[in-house]
């Protein structure tokens, strides 16, 4: 399958600062991107649908000012979590989109994750 | 999008085919099936998807019934490697639609 990569996969931070996360797609190129979040023992949440572009299209209950998402290229989008706080912490996943591709449908391939400390 | 229904958790030994089912009763005529399996502190890997048709690759194969009110994952020859949290999906194709919303997936462990 396609592969989708995030960096960094670690970061600790302090409360109050900002942090950003990268997302890229190696072998193909995504119109479409998605961030997740993930809490111990709980399933993926979406966050937000990036199109590139555009303005990403957030989830309910999920502030725009504090996740700030640009997908400025085909192969690129990128997450900042701005005045992170220790309830900000959780593994945060992105994935892209690979397009339909002659009979072959569109699928979604998932980065490996990035897990965020803030203390 | 329709929502699926799963096992929490199933236990299969090394070696043997796991058969892992999915209720998706709700599903619409333009819904895909999606398996997704997350291994512990990765992000999740696709596995297979189909629409009405079994599919089969190199992972698993899947089986949809004639209704496609229910599908089931099968690895045919578990291995330690297979034990992960296993999502079934259902989300229609297409830009807008490729949304993909997780319940709790079945927890798959494949013992020795």
């Known amino acids: 399958g396609a592969v989708v990569s995030q960096h960094p996969s670690r970061v600790i931070c302090k409360s109050g600062t900002s942090v950003k996360i990268e997302c890229r797609s190696l072998?193909?190129?995504?119109?479409?991107m998605f961030w997740y979040r993930q809490f111990p023992k709980q399933s993926l949440m979406l966050m937000a649908t990036?199109?590139?572009?555009?303005?990403?299209?957030?989830e309910q209950g999920v502030e725009k000012d504090k996740f700030l998402i640009n997908h400025a290229s085909l192969t690129l989008s990128t997450l900042t979590v701005t005045s992170a706080h220790p309830e900000d912490s959780s593994f945060y996943i992105c994935?892209?989109?690979?397009?339909?591709?002659?009979?072959?449908?569109?699928?979604?391939?998932f980065g490996p994750g990035t897990r965020l400390t803030v203390l | 999008d329709a929502k699926t229904t799963q096992p929490p958790s199933m236990d299969c030994a090394e070696g043997r085919a796991a058969n892992l089912p999915c209720n998706h009763s709700t599903i619409s005529g333009n819904e895909y099936v999606y398996w997704y399996r997350q291994i512990h502190s990765q992000g999740p890997q696709y596995i297979i998807h189909g629409l009405k048709n079994n599919e089969t690759n190199e992972m698993a194969s899947l089986i949809i019934t004639e209704d496609r009110k229910s599908s089931t994952l099968i690895l045919p020859h578990a291995t330690l490697r297979d034990t992960a949290v296993y999502y079934c999906?259902?989300?229609?194709?297409?830009?807008?639609?490729?949304?993909?919303?997780f319940g709790g997936g079945t927890r798959v462990l494949v013992k020795p």
């Open positions: 994935s892209a989109r690979d397009p339909p591709r002659g009979h072959r449908t569109d699928t979604q391939y």
């Open positions: 990036s199109n590139e572009g555009s303005k990403a299209t957030y």
């Open positions: 072998d193909f190129q995504a119109t479409t």
């Open positions: 999906i259902v989300s229609p194709r297409g830009a807008a639609g490729n949304k993909l919303t």
